[in-house]
């Protein structure tokens, strides 16, 4: 299985801040890196797939990349409503897998 | 609009059976593969199986193989899931969740289901 570590778990940022998450795959994917917002809740939400492409209806401070094994997300500039939490998955090979998430709070 | 509804959850004894469904509409629904997502209370998703459009094909984390099945009906837009010898481990909000033909990833979900296995 590819385990999905992201980096880091918790971070606490300011409305404006430019903030950046990292997800590092076990072995060398594919493309289908994808990235999840959840709010408490609620369904997650996807923002990102295929590591570079924005979800329709997706904000454009929102932004991926990444290849091989390292993958970032990276929010240009924080608005309240990011607040939340961030998955990002595999879907590369089965069984799909999901990081352990990282928790985006306010400072 | 695509929409999906899960229902069907409640509170089990361990070792107990339950049956999820998840309606859909707004797509059309046997040209799309379908997911089950679940989340534990307070912790992160775990993938949990998957069919085909035409259920000829299923998938299964290797933590409930064996115990759960995934089927749909596409004559009315229904997936399924039933779930035997249940686990405390099982307890979590079970999401059903679809791709898109262009779209790598989910981009529709349910609003979940809360499936609670306790004495």
């Known amino acids: 299985d590819i385990q999905m570590t992201q980096s880091p778990s918790s971070l606490s940022a300011s409305v404006g801040d430019r903030v950046t998450i990292t997800c590092r795959a076990s072995?060398?994917?594919?493309?289908?890196l994808n990235w999840y917002q959840q709010k408490p809740g609620k369904a997650p939400k996807l923002l990102i797939y295929?590591?570079?492409s924005l979800q329709s209806g997706v904000p454009s401070r929102f932004s991926g990349s990444g290849s091989g094994t390292d993958f970032t997300l990276t929010i240009s500039s924080l608005q309240p409503e990011d607040f939340a939490t961030y998955y990002c998955?595999?879907?590369?090979?089965?069984?799909?897998?999901f990081g352990q998430g990282t928790r985006l709070e306010i400072k | 609009e695509v929409q999906l509804l899960e229902s069907g959850g409640g509170l089990v004894q361990p070792g107990g059976s339950l049956r999820l469904s998840c309606a859909a509409s707004?797509?059309?629904?046997?040209?799309?593969?379908m997911t089950w997502v679940r989340q534990a209370p307070g912790k992160g998703l775990e993938w949990v199986s998957t069919?085909?459009?035409?259920?000829?094909?299923?998938i299964y984390a290797d933590s409930v193989k064996g115990r759960f099945t995934i089927s749909r009906d596409n004559s009315n837009n229904t997936l399924s899931l039933q779930m035997y010898s249940l686990r405390a481990e099982d307890t979590a909000v079970y999401y059903c969740?679809?791709?898109?033909?262009?779209?790598?990833?989910?981009?529709?979900w349910g609003q979940g289901t809360l499936v609670a296995v306790s004495s």
């Open positions: 969740a679809t791709e898109s033909p262009d779209v790598s990833g989910y981009p529709y």
């Open positions: 707004g797509l059309t629904f046997s040209s799309y593969a």
């Open positions: 069919t085909t459009g035409n259920g000829g094909r299923t």
């Open positions: 072995q060398i994917i594919s493309s289908y």
């Open positions: 295929a590591t570079f």
């Open positions: 998955q595999q879907t590369d090979s089965i069984p799909i897998t």
